[in-house]
């Protein structure tokens, strides 16, 4: 088990849509990812619970910053940000 912190995820995130963005794949009018990006993103991806949502929007318990998950969960994870970093990034 590992602990991930929420800013872990968030920058996760980040490094993704950042990656493809510098890849071309997404209109070139901004070249830096937001925070507000990075936000709308989390709550549109339909590969993410609700819970999750929560969770990376800081709207979880108020101290509560980090939770225990698999690595297997940790790799899902990166899996579907991927996945949707793809899809996203046609609207971005």
Known sequence: MNI???SQLRIT?????????????CDEESSVITKTEVMNFIES?????E??????K???IE???AMMVSEGWKEEFVKRV???????????
């Open 82 to 92: 991927q996945k949707w970093v793809k899809i996203y990034s046609r609207f971005i």
């Open 51 to 56: 819970m999750l949502k929560i969770f990376l």
């Open 13 to 25: 995130i980040y490094n993704i849509m950042n990656e493809v963005k510098q890849k071309g794949v």
């Open 63 to 65: 101290d509560v910053d």
């Open 45 to 49: 991806n339909p590969y993410f619970d």
């Open 58 to 60: 800081d709207k979880f």
């Open 4 to 6: 991930v912190s929420r």
